[in-house]
């Protein structure tokens, strides 16, 4: 399955020429946050793919929107691909704290072990030490590094940490699951 991931920034290549670009055989499209509801509207239309989504902590738009696509907190299975979502936007629109996001994802454990495990973990903040940045704001939580390592999945797509910063890796494998920075678009076939 050809999956497209994106994040934090809009691509012009996606928006202009995504004819020209063979972006035609998309089969599904991921995005991990800090995306408006028209950019991922637009491309949902233009690739004619489906599109699952989490929020990242600048996504202003509500969740009504694009209900049906959101899988914050939820684990589905599309195509036979076990696909859960970790949300980081509390009902009050702020970032959850360490210890929130700890029991929030206890509960989505519960989910993926009624499923049979998960094989693809989305999110957009990273977990702590993979792929995340030095200061406070980009560290990535330990709850979810924990919860990965836990549910080992076979893939962790992420944004929030842009890899025009420069200090990130765009992939990065760790036992069995591979972290997958998905800033602005990147393509992975699972």
Known sequence: MKVLLISDVES???LKYYKEN??????????VGDLSSDYLHIIKTNLNAPLFYVR?????????????????????????IKI????????????????????????????????????VVISHYPAQGFGS???????????????????APKYFFYGHNHLNYGRNERKIIK???????????YIVEI
């Not at 063979?22 to 995005?31: G, Q």
């Not at 936007?89 to 009624?114: F, H, P, R, T, V």
């Open 12 to 14: 012009e290549v996606l």
């Open 22 to 31: 063979h972006f035609d055989n998309i089969d599904l499209i991921l995005s």
């Open 56 to 80: 990242g902590n600048h996504d202003k738009f509500k969740i009504k929107l694009l209900d049906r696509e959101l899988i914050e907190w939820k684990c589905i299975d599309y195509n036979g």
């Open 84 to 119: 859960a979502g970790i949300g980081c936007l509390g009902k009050n629109g702020k970032i959850y704290s360490e210890k929130q996001m700890e029991a929030k994802l206890e509960k989505l454990c519960k989910k993926i072990d009624k499923k049979g495990g998960a094989d």
């Open 133 to 151: 940045g030095a200061d406070a704001e980009h560290s990535g939580f330990r709850a979810i590094k924990d919860f990965i390592e836990k549910t």
């Open 175 to 185: 036992g069995k699951t591979t972290f997958i920075n998905a800033y602005e678009k």
